[in-house]
């Protein structure tokens, strides 16, 4: 029903930026959080940030902490990633999601609604 969609990624060097962003199809979205999460291939997915809807609460994983900034828009009903200074290990389709659970978590299936990811490819 209510519809996720990631854009913003690319292939850019080691050292660039992107803005990811992630549009729901619905006016006044109103999940508890979203999160981005992304995966490589052969690998599980892994969380990279979170953010609370209301009250704007953002987390970190150490992997991207300190050059990564989490952002939610309520009125476009939009989370963004602005990431800088991206690495090669940074290189995996990054998907959008939401929860209705309270709190941070790190596994994929507390999160109830995905996008259908956008790539992000760091060249060295």
């Known amino acids: 029903q209510v519809q996720l969609v990631e854009s913003g990624g690319g292939l850019v060097p080691a050292g660039g930026s992107l803005r990811l962003s992630c549009e729901a199809s619905v006016r006044y979205f109103s999940p508890s959080s979203m999160a981005w999460f992304r995966q490589a291939p052969g690998k599980e997915r892994e969380l990279v940030s979170h953010?609370?809807?209301?009250?704007?609460?953002?987390h970190y994983e150490d992997s991207v902490k300190g050059r990564s900034t989490i952002s939610r828009d309520k009125d476009k009903s939009t989370m963004y990633l602005q990431m800088n200074s991206l690495k090669p290990e940074d290189t995996a389709i990054y998907y959008c999601s939401a929860s209705q659970y309270v709190g941070v978590f790190r596994t994929p299936s507390r999160y109830d609604l995905w996008g259908q990811g956008t790539q992000v490819a760091v060249s060295s």
């Open positions: 953010i609370s809807w209301m009250g704007g609460a953002t």
